[in-house]
């Protein structure tokens, strides 16, 4: 980075996953020595809440992690008046994973109360009308932590950084799950994998995975640079999407076998044209690589 970029970080109505999970990159060190949290809710700044409500401080970037209710309270002041006077205050607004960014998983105990900065699932918010030229999206149920660095990177560089039409990084989401997922090979001739953990067969058909529909970098930039989601064995369960979190995760939802939901961009048409004649076939060696990791 080239300048040192002043964030203030605060939290509306999160479990703090999305904190916890930039506490884990593994370059944290250096990127702390390059940003100056004027407040953040778990590292040491130099401002407590109580002093950022009193205060109001400037700042290059304003992170907004967790849902958003406008009469929820940070230290005795509306979460309003909160976020408008610190946004009007900045160069940047991060709307930091799913719940800041749709309404996420907190939007479910509340629904008609509770929504993103952003969105309020597919609808904009009079907050993102109001600060549309500064709004930056990163959803994910938690954040990569490298998608927050990438971003505080490209800021602090002055670089510009293409969005898509959810505010979100196009250089982060314009990939879906499903590419670089080590089990197409099983995708494209239905070998389904039945449980959870297993290194082999497709998590799609059988185990819900929303990968083949899901907009995220997860395995190309993989976690902790070793694993993902998929190659860990579970279903990709959409977290970056505005629908999330959708009913039934982990099950897919067919008519007549056929899924309800076709993957991104496939024509039901060509489809189901391919998935009859991929499923008129025995591929020995997959079935074969299947019965060893069961064994």
Not at 47 to 57: G, H, I, K
Not at 77 to 86: K, P, Q, R, V, Y
Not at 204 to 223: D, E, R
Request: proline share 7%; hydrophobic share 40%.
């Amino acid at each position: 980075m080239n300048s040192v970029v002043r964030i203030v970080w605060i939290c509306g109505i999160t479990c703090n996953g999305n904190t916890h999970s930039f506490l884990n990159h593994p370059a944290l060190e250096y990127l702390l020595a390059k940003i100056h949290f004027i407040h953040h809710p778990v590292l040491p700044s130099p401002l407590s809440l109580q002093e950022v409500v009193s205060t109001l401080p400037e700042s290059d970037i304003l992170i907004f992690e967790g849902a958003y209710r406008p009469d929820f309270e940070r230290a005795g002041m509306a979460m309003e008046d909160l976020f408008t006077g610190l946004a009007d205050k900045t160069g940047m607004i991060i709307a930091l994973g799913s719940c800041a960014s749709f309404g996420g998983m907190m939007k479910q105990c509340r629904p008609e109360e509770i929504s993103g900065i952003a969105f309020d699932r597919e609808t904009p918010t009079p907050l993102l009308k109001r600060y549309r030229e500064k709004m930056v999206v990163l959803s994910g149920c938690p954040i990569h932590p490298e998608w927050l660095a990438f971003v505080l990177q490209m800021a602090a560089n002055g670089t510009p950084m293409p969005l898509d039409t959810w505010y979100r990084p196009q250089a982060l989401y314009a990939y879906l799950v499903h590419q670089g997922c080590l089990r197409g090979e099983y995708f494209e001739w239905k070998v389904d994998a039945h449980d959870f953990g297993r290194k082999e067969g497709c998590l799609f058909y059988v185990q819900g995975c929303q990968g083949p529909m899901t907009h995220a970098s997860c395995n190309k930039i993989l976690w902790n640079t070793v694993s993902s989601k998929t190659r860990a064995g579970m279903p990709c369960i959409g977290c970056t999407e505005p629908t999330f979190p959708k009913e039934r995760l982990f099950s897919t939802q067919t008519y007549m076998s056929i899924p309800a939901e076709m993957p991104l961009g496939i024509p039901k048409r060509s489809y189901l044209a391919l998935a009859g004649a991929a499923k008129s076939f025995r591929i020995k060696r997959l079935e074969e690589r299947m019965m060893d990791d069961h064994a």
